[in-house]
């Protein structure tokens, strides 16, 4: 069964990089015809799409963040990794790492990053 | 960017009643459409691809249709664990876009 879990700094100052990492277990991520990528969900709102990485490397970005967002990924660990430059407070949210075949179908349980001084 | 728009914001349903939740899209999304559930505290779970398709372990009263720019998640007997919020989410166009979301809560 596919896991997906994510993890980093809970809190990050403003003007600071968040910085987050998803470990896959039963799967690798060089499997061909995924996706992996990043969403957020700031408490109490609904879910913003971040971007994602092919599994050849490509990667696609939110136009409202690709300013700031750098997406990689660790073959060799069987990770990938989001970098938000220039945080502020309204990126306070639950980013959860995802794999998307058509769909979303694998999830993480999610992780509260929380931007304050 | 594709803007997806769901009504109603709030339903209010009786155990064992029929759920209909509708989902928009600004342009075509052919078929390219997918339904989530998300429970408080819980990462959103994947219930319909392919706008009629469900995905693995749904139960059967859950059911999807439309295609182009107007869809609908069914519901057909509401169950407890059916109350959570629900989004839909177009895969057709980069950026991938969610729905603002449908709250199904009990009356």
């Known amino acids: 069964q596919l896991q997906l879990q994510e993890s980093g700094p809970g809190l990050v100052k403003p003007s600071e990089t968040l910085s987050l990492t998803c470990t896959v277990s039963g799967g690798s991520i060089s499997s061909s015809s995924y996706y992996w990528g990043w969403i957020r969900q700031p408490p109490g709102k609904g879910l913003e799409w971040i971007g994602s990485?092919?599994?050849?490397?490509?990667?696609y970005y939110n136009p409202s963040l690709k300013s700031r967002v750098t997406i990689s990924k660790d073959t060799s660990k069987n990770q990938f990794s989001l970098k938000l430059s220039s945080v502020t407070a309204a990126d306070t949210a639950v980013y959860y790492c995802?794999?998307?075949?058509?769909?979303?179908?694998?999830w993480g349980q999610g992780t509260l990053v929380t931007v304050s001084s | 960017e594709i803007v997806m728009t769901q009504s109603p914001a709030t339903l209010s349903v009786s155990p064992g009643e029929r759920a209909t939740l509708s989902c928009r899209a600004s342009?075509?999304?052919?078929?390219?459409l997918a339904w989530y559930q998300q429970k408080p505290g819980q990462a959103p779970r994947l219930l319909i691809y392919g706008a009629s398709t469900r995905a693995t372990g749904i139960p059967a009263r859950f059911s999807g249709s439309g295609s182009g720019t107007e869809f609908t998640l069914t519901i057909s007997s509401l169950q407890s664990e059916d109350f959570a919020v629900y989004y839909c989410?177009?895969?057709?166009?980069?950026?991938?876009?969610f729905g603002p979301g449908t709250k199904v809560d009990i009356k």
């Open positions: 342009q075509s999304v052919s078929s390219n």
């Open positions: 989410q177009q895969y057709n166009n980069w950026p991938l876009t």
């Open positions: 990485i092919y599994y050849s490397g490509s990667t």
């Open positions: 995802a794999r998307r075949d058509r769909a979303i179908d694998y």
